[in-house]
């Protein structure tokens, strides 16, 4: 079975639904409140689970009751849970607001994540054993470069969403493989507004890039190859939280598998737009029978 390492965060989402999110200094009533498992790590992580592979997380939970909800719903869903340390502390919280449209807001607070700053024994070794490595930007940067270091070292390929957007140093990017932003951190890494000019530019950074497009799909990039858009499926979004987490994490299982780049896009968007059609996030994301048959079921309506 393939074989997905996720380094990165764990967050119980704190999710308010409304119908319009409100201003500043506005406030709204919602129509319900739920408290969701999430953070971007265990979002990738459990999508790939979810899509068939092997995962193990790296990461850390607080010694608090979101902690071990945290890890028991990541155990749930089929990760593997050995290398996710529990410190003192509150565990990482994400603080949404979701609107009628499915649009987002969201203000994460880092809790125990901001203690992964490092590998601990056997990270790596676990890294080296893996046929890809999910980072994100959720924890100290310093982690995610010892991670994509140690991935390179062992010819381990790397994933890396740049959410929250913040400015890449040049070794963590020589580290990179692939680079999965979504069209508003492309433009925010690159000051370009324009998705396909914005991938272009990154390439000089890294091998390879895929911009996802929200409900446009996504743009793919590589060196010395004409960049392609993947059109998304046309579906009436509910809530889009996790659906970039969805894409990356069915992406990297795809990719592991050997299929080729289209067909492993195309996989990945039928799973993110069949989160987008479910609330919440870790709790949306489809299975492997579920994506194949909407797969199969998506090629019969446009042969």
Not at 167 to 180: C, F, G, H, R, Y
Not at 214 to 242: C, H, I, K, N, Q
Not at 255 to 269: H, T
């Amino acid at each position: 079975m393939t074989h997905i390492a996720v380094l990165g965060s764990t967050n119980m989402d704190l999710v308010a639904y409304v119908a319009k999110a409100p201003q500043r200094g506005e406030t709204v009533t919602g129509r319900e409140f739920r408290t969701i498992p999430g953070g971007k790590g265990a979002n990738q992580a459990v999508a790939a689970a979810h899509a068939g592979a092997d995962v193990s997380m790296i990461g850390a939970v607080g010694a608090d009751t979101f902690g071990s909800q945290l890890r028991t719903t990541l155990e749930h869903s089929g990760v593997d849970t050995d290398h996710l340390r529990t410190t003192e502390g509150p565990s990482g919280t994400a603080h949404i607001v979701v609107d009628d449209e499915g649009g987002n807001e969201i203000v994460v607070i880092p809790g125990a994540n901001g203690t992964v700053d490092h590998l601990a024994p056997g990270d790596e070794a676990l890294i080296a054993g893996a046929d890809a490595l999910l980072l994100q930007l959720e924890i100290p940067l310093a982690a995610v470069l010892a991670g994509a270091e140690a991935a390179r070292r062992h010819g381990v390929r790397t994933i890396l969403t740049p959410s929250p957007v913040q400015s890449l140093p040049p070794e963590l990017l020589a580290s990179i493989d692939l680079l999965a932003p979504n069209e508003h951190e492309a433009a925010a890494l690159t000051g370009l507004t324009d998705p396909r000019d914005a991938a272009t530019a990154l390439l000089d950074q890294v091998p390879e890039v895929v911009v996802t497009l929200g409900a446009a799909g996504s743009l793919y990039a590589s060196r010395g190859a004409e960049p392609f858009t993947m059109p998304a499926p046309r579906v009436t979004a509910v809530d889009s939280t996790g659906a970039g987490d969805t894409f990356v994490g069915t992406l990297a299982v795809a990719l592991a598998e050997g299929r080729p780049m289209r067909a492993a896009l195309a996989w990945a968007s039928t799973a993110a737009s069949m989160a987008v059609q479910r609330p919440g996030a870790s709790s949306s994301m489809p299975y492997r029978s579920e994506i194949d048959a909407q797969a199969a079921s998506n090629t019969r309506h446009t042969s």
